[in-house]
């Protein structure tokens, strides 16, 4: 290389740079697709960096275009639906407007040119005129922001719901906060990423169209006065102009997903701060959430400034390029043919009429050059749209893959693993086989395994039908939640077939039970609605007989109604809280039920009824409970070492002391 450089610089240097240039590109493409390969090789994980160098990657390319597509295919379904009369609307008024600017050009012209002749006839004529075009032209421009903010309006509302439709199917939602990792803040996607990327779309929409109408009726007005080079010079500057600022404009895009990243992160901090309260004021760690919240905003505001200083520069080159520059090529375009002595349109024209053409065209010129500077402008708005498109569409991509059966999640590599490497590479989630059928809980060698591999125990076998209670124990970590969230299909197989009744027959009942938002009928009967109550024959004195079963009787009679809305997190102790989730069981009638240490709040002999009155409706059990006191009413235990080992035996006197 250096002997071809040295040859090609004596003989010509130009072309010496263009080769070496080629020879160094050539080396960086072999140097990175060498540095891929590696890679590929030492592991198949995706670090965190590799993660987030992709997600944040967005541009004005094709594929800004092809995400942005299948985007407005969402918002606007068919071709006839209101928010294709709304676009035609827009359109419609743009148009009207459009044609409004060059009327009131041109009768502004004409008031002008009364005023400097001295000519009141004309002068009265075309004032009056404007006087009574004043609200016909407000009622335009008022009709053209109705439009835009109704258009702005549906099309959030198409895309919420596309996007909470698949949210809320099944158990997407748990899933891509425990199983995948790829979207940090679904909450800010599905309120706040989604409400601007409507904004900027309808935004863009007639940020453009009413420009490149403005254009197209100004030039055709323009030729017939000035000639066709003036506009064909506007039209070559704003081509050059506006490649040069898109190419400059790039880091927009980018910088924009890294800003709503950080928003999501600080706003989740501050979210968490609420939620645990309680725990961090007893911690006394009020200084130290302090810190993780100071930290995040640090980023933010870091991250924040850098984008202003950039806006700043992008805005200094924005006002030369787009507006000021572009007025100097309009000075020089409208002036030619008058400057030009030897222009035959202008030969005989008096003062007046050069003055008259000179206003029109000028102002028509103006208008054109404004235009074309939106149009170069609406560039910024393109590339900063094409973030917010690139956070919409891969949060579209992972529902679509949850929805599917798939996940992604960062792990640790194989390496640093090497004990269990080889068993890890056989584990493919989802392998496994459910089968519904009813009265009946079998694992058939199935591998007990969190979703990302770490094996707990390798093949768990038992059976379990109903009426036979099972309980469940072993140390912290040993695979105890885990059993539950593979009866409940939150986690995948990773092998083997379990065999269980539909997900409807199956109930879950957690130490800390979820109160929802709503009376207290929603209380016992969720997540049933009243109508759904109803249609089931179960009448509100059966609600009241269950809250009877279990000492809540007593909340009924104080509160007055069952249609009575509370913060029932709050207004209900932890007690009474794990008491409501057991008359909500008693509701639904489930065929399988599994109770995760809740009823540790409550006292012995009302758990005592309850494990009895769930016997006798004949709901089956799988129970995790440290109290000795719950052995008599279960026939079975399933024990967990912690190690990989399990043990499924009946219950008898000589488990019972093992147990205690």
Known sequence: MAAVSKYLTAKNS???????????????????????????????????????????????????????????????????????????FIAAMLVTRTYCDVWMIQNGTMIESGIISRDMALFKTHFYAYIAAIPGIALVNNFLKLGLNELKLRCRERLTKHLYDQYLTGYTYYKMGNLDNRIANPDQLLTQDVEKFC????????????????????????????????????????????????RVRRPIGKMTVIEQRYEGEYRYVNSRLITNSEEIAFYNGNNREKQTIYGTFKKLVDHLHNFIFFRFSMGFVDSIIAKYLA???????????????????????????????????????????????????????????????????ELMRVLKDLNTGHYERTMVTHQERDSDAEEKLTLVPGSGRVINVDNIIKFDHTPLATPNGDILIRDLCFEVTSGNNVLVCGPNGCG????????GELWPLFGGELTK?????LFYVPQRPYMTIGTLRDQVIYPDTFEEQKRKGISDQVLKEYLDNVQLGHILD??????????????????????????????????????????????????????????????????????KSLWKHHKYYLHMDGRGSYEFQPITEDTVEFGS
């Open 501 to 505: 009744p539909e997900r409807g027959k």
């Open 199 to 246: 904004n900027s779309v309808v935004d863009l929409y007639s940020n453009l169209s009413k420009p490149l109408l403005d254009i197209g009726l100004y030039i055709f007005k323009l030729t017939s006065a000035i000639g066709a080079q003036g506009p064909a010079s506007m039209m070559a500057y704003l081509l050059v102009s506006g490649l040069i600022l898109t």
């Open 327 to 393: 007025t100097v090529v309009g000075y020089l375009v409208v002036s030619r043919p008058f400057l030009n002595l030897s222009d035959p349109r202008h030969l005989h024209s008096k003062h007046s009429e050069l003055l008259e053409d000179y206003y029109q065209s000028g102002r028509m010129l103006l208008r054109m050059s404004q235009a074309l500077g939106r149009i170069v402008l609406a560039g910024r708005d393109m590339t900063r749209l094409s973030g917010f498109t690139a956070r919409i569409t």
């Open 14 to 88: 130009s072309i010496a740079g263009g080769v070496l240039l080629v020879l160094y590109l050539l080396k960086r493409r072999r140097r990175r697709q060498g540095g891929s390969h590696g890679k590929a090789k030492g592991s198949d994980l995706v670090t965190d960096n590799d993660k987030d160098a992709k997600r944040d990657r967005a541009a004005v390319d094709k594929a800004f275009f092809v995400r942005i597509g299948q985007i407005v295919r969402v918002m606007v379904p068919r071709f006839l639906c209101m928010e294709t009369g709304y676009l035609l």
């Open 480 to 487: 105890k939640s885990s059993l539950f969230r593979v009866l």
């Open 558 to 627: 104080r509160e007055g109604s069952w249609d009575i809305v509370q913060d029932w997190m709050d207004v209900l102790s932890g007690g009474e809280k794990q008491r409501m989730a057991m008359a909500r069981l008693f509701y639904h009638k489930p065929q399988f039920a599994i109770l995760d240490e809740c009823t540790s709040a409550v006292s012995v002999d009302v758990e005592d009824f309850i494990y009895s009155h769930c016997k006798t409706v004949g709901i089956t059990l799988f129970t995790v409970s440290h109290r």
